[in-house]
């Protein structure tokens, strides 16, 4: 199981909602022409990884289909992860990705499934050359789960 940026969940989730039902509405009166401006003012570089994603977003849902990018958020205000007891009988290995600086994106919900989910590695990336680490990461991570499981046959 490989979790990348795990989102609010649980008790931050009815917050995160809000914003995103707030989003979809006013997508749905104005359309993306809020995102399309913001996704054009220039901004400087940075090594800043939530800085990097919030372009990245921004830049895509400027091209995107309105109705559709309102969709999906009334989507993610409705969804949750599963309850936290559950959770705990999940007995496979598990990469948890996370970085610092993001409310969207907390590193409190990946340390809370660090700790419920038995066999769980957390790494938290502080910079963009960490979080541009991870394919690495996750490919050793699935060479290490595949070695494994054909040791156990």
């Known amino acids: 199981l490989v979790l990348v940026a795990p989102p609010t969940a649980w008790d931050t989730r009815p917050r995160q909602a809000r914003f995103y039902r707030t989003a979809a509405k006013v997508v749905d009166w104005v359309g993306l022409t809020p995102?399309?401006?913001?996704a054009s003012l220039p901004r400087p570089g940075s090594a800043n990884p939530v800085a990097a994603l919030h372009r990245g977003v921004a830049e895509q849902l400027a091209h995107a289909d309105a109705r559709?990018?309102?969709t999906a958020m009334r989507g993610a205000a409705d969804s949750d992860l599963p309850d936290r007891a559950s959770l705990c009988d999940l007995r496979m290995p598990a990469l948890i990705l996370a970085w610092r600086g993001d409310s969207v994106h907390p590193v409190s919900t990946a340390t809370q499934l660090a700790d419920l989910l038995p066999r769980a590695d957390l790494r938290?990336?502080?910079t963009l050359d960490e979080v541009r680490a991870w394919p690495a990461l996750i490919?050793?991570?699935a060479r290490g789960v595949s070695a494994s499981s054909r040791a156990a046959e």
């Open 124 to 126: 938290v990336a502080a």
């Open 35 to 38: 995102v399309r401006l913001l």
């Open 139 to 141: 490919a050793t991570f």
């Open 68 to 70: 559709a990018v309102a």
